[in-house]
T-cell receptor, first 113, second 114 residues
Framework: NAGVTQTPKFQVLKTGQSMTLQCAQDMNHEYMSWYRQDPGMGLRLIHYSVGAGITDQGEVPNGYNVSRSTTEDFPLRLLSAAPSQTSVYFC????????????FGQGTRLTVV | AQTVTQSQPEMSVQEAETVTLSCTYDTSESDYYLFWYKQPPSRQMILVIRQEAYKQQNATENRFSVNFQKAAKSFSLKISDSQLGDAAMYFCAYKMDSNYQLIWGAGTKLIIKP
């Protein structure tokens, strides 16, 4: 199984550019989420989805957009990149159950210059 | 709001020795789940161990075990017989029973001295 596939692994953007981080899972998980990881701050939730067609905001949603047209895919769009969005981004998925672990993609290191 | 605190930004241990990483959390919920994740230099997040709050018995996975103190809201991770491959960032995370979001600590960097 591929698990959670996240692309790209690295990206450099100029301020004001837009881009989409791709995330796909093949485990039929209902719950998918996007986090950003900054030094000394752990992971912070950007957006999440509990199923196709359903998305909601997390702790730090500003500047990001998501959609969930299928169970498998959950792309994250940066609308107009800013240096403050320089971070490592993780996509995660899990069954819609509180006890189950989250499975993570390999992360995207994004630098905005 | 729920919070998770890891008070040790960095820990070091001699290979083959035992190390304990601390985690405390704040919640008013009675049912929840706690996790330890490992993040090696490859960036991949790997589940190490999980604990259900309703279970009094501490979880164990091979060389990894937890000391779960529900009243004190403490969830420490003990790594026995430390190996070079244990070097990584370790994150403590909390999940409510009624909500599927994970709340994360800031992480502890574990260094293994050969």
């Amino acid at each position: 199984n591929a698990g959670v596939t996240q692309t790209p692994k690295f990206q450099v953007l100029k301020t004001g550019q837009s881009m989409t981080l791709q995330c796909a899972q093949d485990m039929n998980h209902e719950y998918m989420s996007w986090y950003r990881q900054d030094p000394g701050m752990g992971l912070r939730l950007i957006h999440y989805s509990v199923g196709a067609g359903i998305t909601d905001q997390g702790e730090v949603p500003n500047g990001y957009n998501v959609s969930r047209s299928t169970t498998e895919d959950f792309p994250l769009r940066l609308l107009s990149a800013a240096p403050s969005q320089t971070s490592v981004y993780f996509c995660a998925s899990s069954y819609y159950s509180s006890r189950t672990e989250a499975f993570f993609g390999q992360g995207t290191r994004l630098t905005v210059v | 709001a729920q919070t998770v605190t890891q008070s040790q930004p960095e820990m070091s241990v001699q290979e083959a020795e035992t190390v304990t990483l601390s985690c405390t959390y704040d919640t008013s919920e009675s049912d929840y789940y706690l996790f330890w994740y490992k993040q090696p230099p490859s960036r991949q997040m790997i589940l190490v161990i999980r604990q259900e709050a309703y279970k009094q018995q501490n979880a164990t996975e091979n060389r990894f075990s937890v000391n779960f103190q529900k009243a004190a809201k403490s969830f420490s991770l003990k790594i026995s017989d430390s190996q070079l491959g244990d070097a990584a960032m370790y994150f403590c995370a909390y999940k409510m029973d009624s909500n599927y979001q994970l709340i994360w600590g800031a992480g502890t960097k574990l260094i293994i001295k050969p």
